[in-house]
């Protein structure tokens, strides 16, 4: 099986994650797709392929060689966004992408004067969406990735590698997929996930991460009777909105700059609920947001009552770089790498978060590699057949050189 064949497998399994549930994973349904990844590793010949009650798929590729070196590991997850439905996705080739339009369907066009990024990759194939759903590409072009440089090890005993963990999670979308995660069991001196974007990128700075949910308790009454005794949830709702800076929003920020993104909002004259999530690179910026966003709360309950507004706010991750800058030696073998396989490394901070964040801080250093996908949740994402290649030939540079690794 070659890696397009093993991605577009993939893609046939709905596998949306839900940030409003409370079970582990999020959804059954990612259950369903883990099963069928199990099966397959086992069929593959990897080694203690585990699948626990809560989604964590372990495996091992062994090592062929006598020399004692570090175990190192791959991670992916095989959630979709809650952005867009991952439901019957039905992925297309573009063979031989020639830098024009591409008629997704009837009616829906993905065209590089919207999406330049598609430019980049003319000459390239490409696998789209029919542009009613997203493609999955973030983040099962990460597993077809993976999955495909240990079969190709395996099949060239001939490239000495020690031993080799991967493992794939439910959740990452909802910022929960490292929540379960077992560092001791995948017992690795560091790991990489390949969860990121365009081809050559590494990163291993991140957002600062929360999430704000917000309730609003409205006063109905008739509104022909209404004078000083309203309190319109909705109206409420859109004043909070407007407190907050409205250039610090993600259609008005890039690079370093932060955000409020205001994720989803229910409202009626008696409740409104707001989702936000809140992110900046800078530490001390980051607790300025969260201290920012209940301010404002409690100044609506001043005007409003007390009680009018419930501001909940929770971490959900740091900034990798303060545990990798002192392991750096996990970002030069991944340089080195990319250079043996002729790959231009894009050193640039995540505007998002990894499950590498998360386990950076639980022991594990885990930069962030490129696994090719080009805009991520929603129906104009793409990736290119050929990145996703280079990303394979990464992966087993990066298992040979840490099969020659001195202590």
């Known amino acids: 099986?070659?890696?397009?064949?093993?991605?577009?497998?993939?893609?046939?399994?709905?596998?949306?994650?839900?940030?409003?549930?409370?079970?582990?994973?999020?959804?059954?349904?990612?259950?369903?797709?883990?099963?069928?990844?199990?099966?397959?590793?086992?069929?593959?010949?990897?080694?203690?392929?585990?699948?626990?009650?809560?989604?964590?798929?372990?495996?091992?590729?062994?090592s062929n060689t006598k020399q004692d070196v570090p175990t190192i590991g791959f991670i992916s997850h095989y959630d979709t966004s809650p952005d867009s439905s991952g439901a019957g996705i039905k992925a297309q080739i573009v063979h031989h992408y020639d830098g024009s339009d591409i008629m997704l369907s009837e009616g829906i066009v993905s065209s590089p004067k919207k999406f330049p990024e598609l430019l980049h990759h003319v000459g390239e194939d490409l696998i789209v969406t029919d542009g009613t759903t997203l493609l999955g590409a973030d983040d099962k072009a990460g597993i077809a990735e993976i999955v495909q440089a240990m079969c190709w090890l395996r099949d060239h005993p001939e490239v000495k590698h020690g031993d080799i963990r991967i493992a794939f999670n439910p959740d990452e979308e909802i910022g929960m997929g490292a929540q379960h995660f077992d560092v001791e069991k995948f017992g690795c001196d560091w790991a990489y996930t390949m969860d990121g974007g365009d081809v050559g990128e590494l990163e291993f700075e991140n957002f600062n991460a929360a999430a704000a949910k917000i309730t609003i308790k409205g006063v109905s009454v008739h509104p022909g009777y209404a004078k000083d005794k309203m309190v319109n949830a909705n109206a409420v709702a859109a004043e909070l909105a407007m407190m907050l800076p409205q250039d610090e929003r993600p259609e008005t920020t890039e690079g370093y700059q932060g955000f409020f993104h205001l994720l989803?909002?229910?409202?009626?004259?008696?409740?409104?609920?707001?989702?936000?999530?809140?992110?900046?690179?800078?530490?001390?910026?980051?607790?300025?947001?969260?201290?920012?966003?209940?301010?404002?709360?409690?100044?609506?309950?001043?005007?409003?009552?007390?009680?009018?507004?419930?501001?909940?706010?929770?971490?959900?991750?740091?900034?990798?770089?303060?545990?990798?800058?002192?392991?750096?030696?996990?970002?030069?073998?991944?340089?080195?790498?990319?250079?043996?396989?002729?790959?231009?490394?894009?050193?640039?901070?995540?505007?998002?978060?990894?499950?590498?964040?998360?386990?950076?801080?639980?022991?594990?250093?885990?930069?962030?590699?490129?696994?090719?996908?080009?805009?991520?949740?929603?129906?104009?994402?793409?990736?290119s057949i050929q990145v996703m290649e280079k990303a394979m030939q990464v992966i087993v540079k990066i298992c040979q050189l840490v099969g020659e690794y001195k202590n």
């Open 1 to 62: 099986m070659d890696i397009t064949e093993r991605f577009l497998n993939y893609t046939k399994f709905d596998t949306q994650s839900a940030e409003d549930s409370q079970s582990v994973p999020s959804t059954p349904k990612q259950l369903v797709f883990a099963k069928y990844l199990k099966q397959e590793l086992e069929l593959e010949g990897l080694s203690d392929v585990e699948l626990d009650e809560q989604g964590y798929l372990y495996a091992t590729l062994r």
């Open 264 to 383: 989803g909002i229910q409202a009626s004259v008696e409740q409104a609920r707001m989702s936000y999530i809140i992110r900046d690179h800078d530490r001390d910026r980051f607790e300025d947001r969260k201290r920012l966003i209940q301010s404002c709360a409690e100044q609506l309950n001043d005007k409003y009552g007390e009680g009018t507004v419930v501001c909940e706010v929770r971490d959900q991750y740091y900034n990798m770089k303060e545990k990798i800058d002192p392991e750096m030696h996990v970002i030069d073998l991944v340089l080195h790498a990319m250079q043996a396989c002729e790959v231009a490394p894009k050193v640039k901070p995540i505007r998002g978060g990894t499950d590498g964040a998360q386990l950076s801080f639980r022991g594990l250093p885990c930069p962030n590699i490129f696994a090719g996908g080009v805009n991520f949740h929603g129906p104009y994402e793409f990736v």
